[in-house]
Nanobody, 120 residues
Framework: QVQLVESGGDSVQAGGSLRLSCTAS?????MGWFRQAPGKEREGVAY???????TYRDSVKGRFAISRDNAKNTLYLQMNSVKPDDTAVYYC?????????????????WGQGTQVTVSS
């Protein structure tokens, strides 16, 4: 069983920056970030493969940057120019399937979540 430990969630003002981190207990092909706001479904934010590919949801393109340190099994999400709509619990996810997609079924392991709150 792979364990994912997230950190970095905080309260920040709109326009500010935040960096989330997620460390996995083993190496994973696909690692990503999802988020869930109150009363809404969980949605994919971005993913990165161990080979260097990445994908973002449209609403965060140009503002968020995903990266990973494969040697440390650690995934990062640099969040810049944050907006109140970015407020959510952010979940780290990982999977070792032969494909990676920004959908829940592409991931087998999930972290506990870290709260990000953006105030206007």
């Amino acid at each position: 069983q792979v364990q994912l430990v997230e950190s970095g969630g905080d309260s920040v003002q709109a326009g500010g920056s935040l960096r989330l981190s997620c460390t996995a207990s083993g190496s994973m092909f696909c690692m990503g970030w999802f988020r869930q706001a109150p009363g809404k479904e969980r949605e994919g934010v971005a993913y990165a493969t161990s080979g260097g590919s990445s994908t973002y949801r449209d609403s965060v393109k140009g503002r968020f940057a995903i990266s990973r340190d494969n040697a440390k099994n650690t995934l990062y999400l640099q969040m810049n120019s944050v907006k109140p709509d970015d407020t959510a619990v952010y979940y780290c996810a990982a999977g070792n399937r032969d494909y990676c997609a920004l959908v829940i079924r592409s991931f087998d392991y999930w972290g506990q979540g870290t709260q990000v709150t953006v105030s206007s």
